[in-house]
């Protein structure tokens, strides 16, 4: 069984999003391991200059490379990164353990995203669109995507 992980930044704050995630959460435990990992967010002050956002984002860029396991096939979702569609993910989510890898990290970044060296780690950087999602509902449309690839993978009767 192929060992998931989500590493985060930030923890969700809305009961509605924390419901959906741990809906999807229980709905993933037929299919994987699943393990979500909260990092604390920077602090960073209302309007912050260029040198502070680069500083927060390497601190917690710190913070997630120490918890993303080594042999992990790590995914860090960011703007530049390739789009997938569901059945394509599903496909990535069938080839990892083939290829002899049993972990996958999916990273979340805070609301400034991702620094280099998280991005420079990932083995595959997905964009989920083109357009700008808060980071605690893209962790509910990753989680729903991730269950749908497993449908697909299994033939369930979920993904249309």
Known sequence: ??????LCIGKLKERYLAEA???YQK???A???????ELPECKLPDNPSEKQIAAGLLKEG?????????????????IEGKMLASPQLADKLREIPLSG?????FIIGGSFGLSEAVKAR???????SPM????????????EQVYRGFSIISHAKYHK
């Not at 980071?135 to 989680?143: D, F, T, Y």
Request: charged letters at 20%; proline letters at 5%; glycine letters at 4%.
């Open 101 to 105: 890898r049993s972990q996958l990290a």
């Open 1 to 6: 069984m192929l060992n998931v992980a989500v």
């Open 21 to 23: 995630c741990a809906e």
């Open 31 to 37: 299919f994987c391991k699943l393990e979500i990992i």
């Open 27 to 29: 709905r993933l435990a």
């Open 132 to 143: 700008t999602f808060p980071h605690q509902l893209a962790r509910v449309m990753l989680l």
């Open 122 to 128: 990932g083995d595959l950087k997905l964009s989920m």
């Open 62 to 78: 710190e913070l997630i490379l120490g918890k993303i396991p080594r042999e992990a096939f790590a995914i860090p979702l960011c």
